[in-house]
């Protein structure tokens, strides 16, 4: 065996050279020997409140730019706070490298505190967990970052002991990894082409299961020159056209998509682009005959295709489209009225009441105020919902939301993350005000980060979707409820712009005023949470 680098350095290297430039964390003394080698490599390592906060940034970045995000973290507790940004990533399809430190070997034999079986605990929310042991760290790493990149992509959780880090790698022949990759048959791809020019109320989906920035052109292509009605799932915003006549509208945790999936049910076929189920916690697409072109199988336990083409998705929809030869039977007013219900479901008919202001007209003012180019990062609760409807976004990329996994506090990490991979365009954050409170901590991360997102805080002081569900079943309001706080004021403790609105018109002067000279600004907007439509769960 040949001793080459040590384990730390050889990690920070293949980082690197994958373009990882920045790794989240908060760091234990078990780590500190990991921190330096990443500055040795010119990766900043980047303190976060939360390790939670650290893999949801790690996640975003992953979506945003296609390299997977670093996080990092200590053993024990702090190895475990990731969990939910990792199972995150898993859900929600991010390339992610997410590194804990792990209990010494003479340690750990003899000592269990602090030690648990990590690998064991992240094994069924990663691509792929492994323990690094100072043999082929190289290897191990790059096929780590292979792994996450490719399709369905992913997190991959590795752990790494303190003494294993400082320690030099040792190069052997023990580990020989053979990848399988799964290649667009033309068969399959004619067969598909076949049942869609035999269908006569075909309907399409778009989902995560492509390249957003690369296949959007594409996807935009098929079902302009097909005119099939099309639905997208709410983290494919943007890839479709949302001002076409055929866009039906958002599906899975969206409000007033009851409509639009009772024009699925009336489908015969469903046309599946870059579909994933696992954004989907709806049935409609158990009972549909699918035909899926994505860049990996969309099988998953009982569900499965009538037909599977994976492959690169761009060129298979243009060639599809090309084969398309067929007019389905769809009627203008039949798309017209489904996109009138849904507005009619989420547009409720007074902006504003005594308890504060309409969620959809807030979204109106910030969509009438914002350039086109802005980039909307989502938490998860009722503003999710029918902000996934309501905000049309223009480009690939520029919604972020959780929705495989639906992770509340993922709004504020996200946005901070995007703002510092995009410093060029607008990044807004919406968020409500439980998850802001789950999150708060990071405006200190912010200031350190020198990022200037805008975050507006819809302040219900409730948790309102979970009253939906309650009232769905006949149920008491408990658990759901908390006291007002004034987030203005909190966000200038931490040396943050903060500021209350009350009317339409001071967000539109705030929001402006925002765009004209950008800086992190936390804007609490009251909001009157009956005046959510559309809603269900």
């Known amino acids: 065996m ?31 020997d990991l921190i330096e080698a990443l500055a040795r490599h010119n990766i900043e390592f980047i303190l976060v409140g939360h390790e939670s906060a650290a893999a949801f940034m ?47 070997s003479d340690v750990s034999a003899r000592n269990q505190k ?7 605990i992240f094994e069924p929310v990663s691509k792929w967990s492994e323990a690094l042991d100072g043999i082929n760290t190289r290897s191990t790493i790059s096929r780590a970052i292979q792994l996450a990149r490719r399709a369905p992509k992913g ?48 309907v399409g989906i778009v989902g995560i299961g492509l390249d957003p920035e690369k296949d959007a052109k594409a996807v935009r292509h098929f079902f302009s020159k097909t005119g099939i009605p099309f639905a997208v799932l709410p983290q494919a915003k943007g890839i479709g056209d949302e001002d076409a006549e055929n866009f039906l509208g958002v599906v899975a945790s969206a409000a007033g998509d009851a409509h639009i999936i009772k024009c699925i049910e009336k489908s015969d076929v ?75 479901d ?27 180019e802005t980039i909307v990062s989502v938490d998860v609760g009722a503003h999710k919902m029918l902000t996934s409807q309501a905000w049309r976004s223009t480009l690939p990329g520029s919604f972020l939301v959780s929705n495989g996994m639906s992770s509340m506090g993922y709004g504020v990490p996200a946005a901070l993350a995007a703002s510092l991979m995009r410093p060029d365009r607008p990044v807004i954050g919406i968020i409500g005000d439980g998850g802001f409170g789950m999150m708060v901590q990071e405006l200190e991360t912010a200031v350190r980060m020198a990022v200037k997102p805008l975050l ?82």
Not at 9 to 30: C, K, M, N, Q, T
Not at 494 to 519: A, H, M, P, Y
Request: aromatic letters at 6%; proline letters at 4%; glycine letters at 8%.
């Open 456 to 537: 507006i805080v819809f302040c219900d002081r409730s948790l309102a979707v979970i009253k939906v569900a309650q009232r769905n079943r006949n149920l008491p309001h408990r658990g759901v409820n908390f006291l007002h706080v004034n987030w203005a004021e909190v966000a200038s403790g931490f040396g943050v712009r903060g500021v209350n609105v009350s009317t339409l018109e001071e967000i539109s002067k705030t929001v402006g005023d925002w765009v004209k000279k950008q800086q992190l600004t936390v804007v609490a907007v009251p909001i009157d949470e009956t005046l959510y439509g559309g809603l269900t769960y």
């Open 346 to 372: 989420i547009e409720p008919n007074q902006a504003s009441s005594h308890s504060g202001l309409s969620p959809f007209h807030v979204l109106q003012v910030l969509q009438e105020v914002l350039p086109a």
């Open 270 to 344: 469903v046309i599946a682009i870059g579909f994933d189920t696992v954004e989907s916690a709806q049935s409609w697409h158990f009972d549909r005959p699918i035909l899926s072109i994505a860049n990996a199988s969309i099988a998953y336990g009982d569900f499965k295709p009538i037909i599977e083409c994976t492959g690169e998705v761009g060129d298979l929809a243009i060639r599809l489209a090309d084969s398309y030869d067929s007019v389905h039977s769809w009627r203008h007013t039949d798309i017209a009225n489904v996109q009138r219900h849904v507005k009619l």
């Open 2 to 32: 040949n001793r080459v680098e040590s384990c730390a350095d050889i990690l920070a290297s293949e980082l690197h050279s994958a373009g990882i430039r920045y790794v989240f964390g908060h760091p234990g003394g078990e780590v500190v």
């Open 58 to 104: 790690a996640g975003a970045i992953g979506r945003i730019t296609g390299t997977p995000g670093g996080c990092l973290s200590t053993l024990g507790p702090g190895a475990c706070n990731l969990l939910i940004g990792i199972g995150s990533a898993f859900l929600d399809r991010d390339p992610m490298l997410a590194i804990s430190a792990r209990a010494t």
């Open 155 to 202: 997190p991959i959780f590795l752990s790494l002991p303190t003494d294993i880090a400082v320690q030099a790698d040792c190069d052997s022949d023990r580990l020989h990894y053979k990848e399988v990759n799964s290649d667009a048959s033309d068969d399959r791809l004619n067969q598909l082409a076949k049942i869609l020019n035999q269908a006569s109320t075909p």
């Open 114 to 120: 602090q030690d648990i079986r990590l690998n064991d």
